[in-house]
């Protein structure tokens, strides 16, 4: 029995968490998140 984890819930958590933690992150984590979902949903 395979267990597959869809990576956008466990990086929405790890962004949240560090959002919550250093404010000041939230502008990165944003860009970051959305660059790099752009990027995924491109290449499939």
Not at 30 to 36: F, H, T
Request: hydrophobic letters at 65%.
């Amino acid at each position: 029995m395979q267990v597959s984890i869809s990576p956008q819930p466990v990086v929405s958590l790890i962004a949240g968490i560090l959002i919550l933690l250093v404010p000041k992150l939230l502008n990165y984590i944003v860009a970051v998140y959305l660059i790099i979902f752009g990027i995924l949903g491109l290449i499939r």
